[in-house]
């Protein structure tokens, strides 16, 4: 392929891409576990916020899978492989409200100061397209991480 980006630049834009993509996965399966077995007072409103936010890493996944074969690689797709990669910890089963959101809250800080990485060096990698990507994908988890701190006492 000729993008204007060679091969040894989109290699590394790609490995950075698939422990990101390992990192929403955990995150993923970590909410979405957190909607099935939270217990709390405001069980109904936190139980439809958490399955917002799942759906919401679910497109994130998707993206940045799919991000990956943009610029030339496979995608990793393997739960050991994601387990391997990933800097997040799954961590004990919490069922507590302030236990789970404080513990989503801590991972959501983790990928945005990796994003915040990633917009650097793939500039310095020359893949604008990609920094542009993970520029609007921190956002996101910027907005995602002020929600769950909305839950939790000031
Ligand atoms: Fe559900």
Same mark, same amino acid.
């Given at each position: ?8 630049? !989109? ?9 990101? #993509? ?34 919401? #890493? *679910? *497109? ?8 990956? !074969? ?6 990793? &797709? !393997?739960?050991? *492989?994601?387990?391997? #990669?990933?800097?997040?910890? *799954? &961590? ?14 801590? %991972? ?15 500039? %310095?990698?020359? %893949?604008? &397209? ?25």
């Amino acid at each position: 392929m000729d993008i204007g980006i060679n091969e040894s630049n !989109r290699k590394q834009v790609a490995d950075k891409l698939q422990k990101l #993509l390992a990192d929403e996965h955990v995150l993923y399966i970590k909410t979405r576990n957190y909607h099935w077995n939270l217990r709390a007072a405001n069980f109904a409103e936190l139980h439809e916020f958490y399955e917002e936010q799942y759906g919401e #890493l *679910e *497109e994130a996944i998707d993206e940045v899978a799919e991000r990956i !074969r943009m610029i030339g690689f496979l995608s990793i &797709g !393997r739960m050991s *492989e994601y387990l391997k #990669l990933t800097e997040l910890e *799954e &961590g004990k089963e919490l069922t507590d409200a302030g236990e789970q959101v404080a513990n989503l809250k801590k %991972d959501h800080e983790s990928i945005i100061k990796y994003l915040r990485k990633c917009i650097g060096d793939f500039e %310095d990698l020359e %893949d604008m &397209g990609s920094a542009d990507f993970v520029t609007a994908l921190m956002q996101q988890h910027e907005k995602m991480r002020w929600m769950l701190e909305s839950f939790l006492p000031k």
